[in-house]
């Protein structure tokens, strides 16, 4: 069982940045592939990043590309998305997932674990 807890979402202004965490609980932090995804009221779960065990490979949606950045940490248990340029068409609620794979996931029925959700909100 893995619980994961988001964190580092609120309000900024388009152009600005926003760092979101997501630490893992468990001793086998580094045998999960982790993703983020996000998702608005009455649309499906988007995917924006997921990024492999070992941080050797990752993965990003077309619309983040070359602004969104995801790292982890495994002596931390922490995974991150560093969002720079952000609009306001990012705004969403952001959630972390992960799933023990080898593989890279990028859709969310992949993952297995899912975190609480952190809003994340863009002002024009």
């Known amino acids: 069982q893995v619980q994961l807890v988001e964190s580092g979402g609120g309000l900024v202004q388009a152009g600005g940045a926003l760092r979101l965490s997501c630490v893992a609980s468990?001793?086998?932090?580094?045998?999960?592939?982790m993703g983020w995804f996000r998702q608005v009221p009455g649309k499906e779960r988007e995917f924006v990043a997921a990024?492999?065990?070992?941080?050797?490979?990752?993965a990003y949606a077309d619309s983040v590309k070359g602004r969104f950045t995801i790292s982890r940490d495994n002596n931390k248990n922490t995974v991150y998305l560093q969002m720079n340029s952000l609009k306001p068409e990012d705004t969403s609620v952001y959630y972390c997932?992960?799933?023990?794979?080898?593989?890279?996931?990028?859709?969310?029925?992949?993952?297995?674990?899912w975190g609480q959700g952190s809003q994340v909100t863009v002002s024009s």
């Open positions: 990024i492999s065990r070992s941080a050797g490979r990752t």
């Open positions: 468990g001793r086998t932090f580094s045998s999960y592939a």
């Open positions: 997932a992960a799933d023990r794979t080898v593989r890279v996931p990028t859709t969310h029925y992949e993952y297995e674990y």
